[in-house]
């Protein structure tokens, strides 16, 4: 098993916990807010203070701050975690499911997988982190009541490939290499990559008409 089920008394980057409140700009109706904020600035004072009503969502999640970040007054960075799909990895073969399983943790920018384990309710099924889908939760949400919280830690050596993929998804270069290259460089270009590096990468060529 990779996960630590002890509640430590700092929390840490790789973390997991559960029962959060999620809330994202798509909960927030933004034509209230357009409407308060333009009233304010046309009467040539500055905005006051508002409140608006939102709803938040009940999420779990994995926390991507890093670990010097996780202090008061700083709003801690989570990405939710899911239910992995029942079509992801074959349910039978179990060949194609462990060729599966390493192309999400090797190859995929996006997602990361979490094994089962029936040492933890949440984790009785695998789980996928959905690393384009985050939320920010203060960090004084945590200093009291962390056990109605906290889930479990990665041992060390599966938190070093998560933090590693972490990294991996907020450095991606804002730009397709592969639209600089000629068709012929393009085609073999093309089968050097896997995932979603190739999914992007023959979209980008798609917009272009290539």
């Known amino acids: 098993m990779i996960y630590i089920k002890e509640i430590p008394e700092t929390l840490q980057q790789g973390d997991i916990l559960q029962n959060l409140p999620k809330i994202t700009p798509n909960q927030i109706n933004f034509d209230l807010i357009k409407e308060y904020w333009i009233k304010s600035i046309n009467s040539e004072k500055l905005p006051e203070k508002t409140s608006f009503k939102v709803t938040p969502l009940l999420a779990n999640g994995v926390i991507l701050s890093q670990s010097c970040d996780i202090r008061p007054k700083f709003s801690i960075l989570f990405a939710e975690i899911k239910d992995l799909p029942h079509d992801k990895l074959s349910p039978t073969n179990l060949e194609k499911r462990i060729k599966g399983i390493k192309i999400i943790i090797r190859d995929d920018t996006r997602i990361h997988y979490f094994p089962p384990t029936n040492e933890i309710e949440l984790f009785k099924e695998p789980k996928l982190l959905d690393f384009k889908n985050l939320f920010l939760v ?68 798609e917009k272009l008409k290539y």
């Open 138 to 205: 203060p960090y004084e949400f945590f200093q009291e009541n962390l056990e109605k919280y906290y889930v479990a830690r990665l041992k060390d050596e599966a938190q070093k490939v998560l933090c590693e993929k972490i990294v991996r998804f907020f450095t991606r270069f804002a730009f397709e290499d592969i639209i600089f290259l000629k068709k012929e460089e393009q085609s073999f270009y093309l089968e050097s990559l896997t995932g979603e590096d190739k999914n992007n990468a023959i979209k980008t060529l």
